[in-house]
């Protein structure tokens, strides 16, 4: 839920509405999504209608988008639509291709520099390229990343979670050491990773 200005200084909320969605993005997967996408949408429309009669506001406007995680190329719009003895129901919505960003990593990193969901993104799409214990060592390089861009202690602990949610389980001991470890640690880790066959060659001195 964020809050909005209208042109004419009016207060507005709008309700963001994300679907996050992984593998084939093919014709029938998209058709698939654009319909989870409608009926997810009926469904927070009449929660959201419900919570606000009974606080006696209007409901918040929604704004439905859907982000693709492994696709580079395909429609920047989806339609969900049925038709049935002259009546149909039609709802669009648009969608994001992340790994359009593979081309644009410079740009990225410049944004990420003022925008910690950029580290997000940067963050997907080194998980799209490694396997594994690989993926230790990219969540090493972003988290050097989040200290040199001024970011808190407290802003990296949460983009490390969803971070390492996308990656896969790390276990409770070097999710810790990553998380208290400090700026100069977490760069020499990072160094390490480049020719590490194990993870104990990655935190060594």
Not at 109 to 129: G, Y
Request: charged share 25%; hydrophobic share 40%; with cysteine.
């Amino acid at each position: 839920m964020v809050q909005v200005r209208h042109r004419d200084d009016a207060d507005a909320w709008i309700l963001v509405h994300v679907e996050v969605q992984g593998g084939d993005t093919g014709p029938q997967a998209t058709a698939r999504i654009a319909h989870r996408m409608y009926r997810y949408r009926t469904r927070i429309e009449d929660r959201h209608e419900t919570l606000s009669a009974q606080a006696g506001q209007p409901p918040p406007a929604l704004f439905s988008l859907c982000i693709l995680v492994a696709s580079r190329s395909g429609p920047d719009c989806l339609e969900y639509r049925r038709e049935f003895l002259g009546q149909s129901v039609s709802f669009s919505f648009p969608v994001v291709h992340v790994s359009q960003w593979l081309d644009r990593w410079d740009e990225l990193e410049s944004r990420a520099r003022t925008n910690p969901f950029a580290v997000v993104i940067m963050a997907q799409l080194q998980a799209l390229r490694h396997h594994g214990a690989q993926r230790v060592g990219p969540t090493l390089s972003l988290a050097r990343l989040l200290y040199e861009y001024g970011c808190t202690r407290d802003q990296i602990r949460l983009l490390l979670r969803q971070i390492e949610r996308r990656f896969g389980p790390v276990d409770a001991k070097t999710t810790q050491r990553i998380q208290s470890a400090q700026s100069a640690d977490l760069e020499t880790w990072s160094l390490n990773f480049v020719d590490a066959t194990t993870l104990e060659d990655v935190f060594r001195d």
